[in-house]
């Protein structure tokens, strides 16, 4: 997965892989879309992965939960930091070197 593409569109390029493997009659699982989908996502979803291979069965998940598991995660960080420093409820964040400066105005 290239690191600015859509979860969604990537996970529409691994179900069109597996219709693919259909279409030439063999079958790829959920286990194994699962396993592809978790190997290969940016670090930045990191943590979502960890939590889905430490409390969830990854051999029986199906393609579409994790898909919608890493969905969510991905979208509430974008939802809790934007771009330039700024959280989404408007209030900027300092660096620890940058507070003291601001309190003294």
Do not use: C, S
Not at 8 to 32: I, P, Q
Not at 61 to 90: I, P, S, T, Y
Request: hydrophobic share 45%.
């Amino acid at each position: 997965m290239a690191d600015g593409e859509e979860l969604d569109v990537y996970g529409g390029r691994l179900a069109a892989m597996a219709a693919r493997y259909a279409n030439l009659g063999e079958t790829l699982g959920d286990a194994a879309l699962v396993k592809k989908l978790l190997d290969t996502v940016p670090d930045r979803l990191f943590p979502a992965i960890a939590d889905i291979e430490q409390f969830h069965d990854v051999t029986t998940m199906a393609f579409d939960e994790a898909l919608g598991r890493l969905r969510a995660f991905n979208e509430r960080v974008q939802l809790r930091w934007q771009d330039k420093g700024e959280r989404a409820d408007g209030q900027l964040v300092f660096t620890a070197a940058q507070w003291p400066t601001r309190e003294r105005q």
